[in-house]
T-cell receptor
Framework: ETGVTQTPRHLVMGMTNKKSLKCEQH?????MYWYKQSAKKPLELMFV???????ENNSVPSRFSPECPNSSHLFLHLHTLQPEDSALYLC??????????????FGPGTRLTVL | AQKVTQAQTEISVVEKEDVTLDCVYE???????LFWYKQPPSGELVFLIR????DEQNEISGRYSWNFQKSTSSFNFTITASQVVDSAVYFC???????????WGAGTKLIIKP
């Protein structure tokens, strides 16, 4: 596998379910990101990890819980979601986070539907 | 304030036509980076180009070209001889050197008709 991969690609869940999104990067990068893309809204940065430490948490509801066990893997644990959480969730990675000098490379996304 | 404006919400052209996607940005930083990404219907954001604020040279890559003009704070993207496979949403983004966060434009949906 090359680049950034995400599983599953599609997920339908009820509001009481617990599920996890997985992201893996094969680029040797040190930083990883979670974004949310809702219809007709700009991309929202949710979480940022650098060398497995969280450096950004943009006022995301606690029903979203990230985990970064190592620099290649990033998870987004979901529980008690709301229908408005239905969106495309994109993972990205970059060599580093310093000064915007590094390009972010994105995975294919997980299309989440909350019923 | 940091802002990226893509005024064209949707553009529709016939295959083989040339098309230009506009991007205007605002920043007070003297060092910054500009990006273009392509998002086909599959959803993945595909990186196309990064340009730093000190490099105003235009870039050409195959049918793609980019025109960076600091005087007008614009970073426009032109596709020459468009093809159906170019159909996608194209995003322009900005990040100041002081921050890693990407500031995104709203995107331009490009439809290439056969």
């Amino acid at each position: 596998e090359t680049g950034v991969t995400q599983t599953p690609r599609h997920l339908v869940m009820g509001m009481t379910n617990k599920k996890s999104l997985k992201c893996e990067q094969h680029l040797g990068h040190n930083a990883m990101y979670w974004y949310k893309q809702s219809a007709k809204k700009p991309l929202e940065l949710m979480f940022v990890y650098s060398l497995e430490e969280r450096v950004e948490n943009n006022s995301v509801p606690s029903r979203f819980s990230p985990e970064c066990p190592n620099s290649s893997h990033l998870f987004l644990h979901l529980h008690t979601l709301q229908p408005e959480d239905s969106a495309l969730y994109l993972c990205a990675s970059s060599q580093d986070i310093r000064g915007g000098t590094y390009t972010q490379y994105f995975g294919p996304g997980t299309r989440l539907t909350v019923l | 304030a940091q802002k990226v404006t893509q005024a064209q919400t949707e553009i529709s052209v016939v295959e083989k036509e040339d098309v230009t996607l506009d991007c205007v940005y605002e920043t007070r930083d003297t060092t910054y980076y500009l990006f273009w990404y392509k998002q086909p219907p599959s959803g993945e954001l595909v990186f196309l180009i990064r340009r730093n604020s000190f490099d105003e040279q235009n870039e050409i890559s195959g049918r793609y070209s980019w025109n960076f003009q600091k005087s007008t704070s614009s970073f426009n993207f032109t596709i020459t001889a468009s093809q159906v496979v170019d159909s996608a949403v194209y995003f322009c983004a900005l990040t100041p050197a002081s921050n890693y966060q990407l500031i995104w434009g709203a995107g331009t949906k490009l439809i290439i008709k056969p």
